[in-house]
């Protein structure tokens, strides 16, 4: 689990992005954080059919974050706004998953 903090007074928009949609899942994946609150994001890894090479994982996500628009909601938020482009702050963090091997309680 990441948590994701707005410090600012001012609300922002996130989204996270991932390098393997497909073996994954990142609940939520988009979302407004109120002013000076915190979203905490969990990441959902599919179970491997095989342990990999010296246990290494190659997944890797991308926290982007704006100030929102005033008036936005969840259904304005689109991958679009996280273009950057001229005078538009698009803070992003990258983050790398790491396997815990959980022990099973007996």
């Known amino acids: 689990m ?3 903090t707005a410090m600012i007074e001012h609300a922002m928009d996130m989204q996270v992005l991932t390098t393997n949609r497909a073996e994954s899942i990142v609940n939520p994946n988009n979302g407004i954080i109120l002013p000076r609150s915190v979203c905490n994001v969990t990441v959902t890894i599919w179970q491997q059919n095989a342990a990999p090479p010296n246990m290494l994982c190659n997944y890797k996500f991308m926290v982007q974050s704006l100030m929102a628009p005033n008036g936005a909601t969840q259904k304005d938020i689109t ?3 996280f273009h950057k482009e001229e005078n538009k702050v698009v803070q992003e963090f990258k983050l790398r998953a790491v396997y815990i091997h959980v022990l099973e309680k007996s």
């Open 2 to 4: 990441a948590t994701v």
């Open 79 to 81: 991958t679009s706004m």
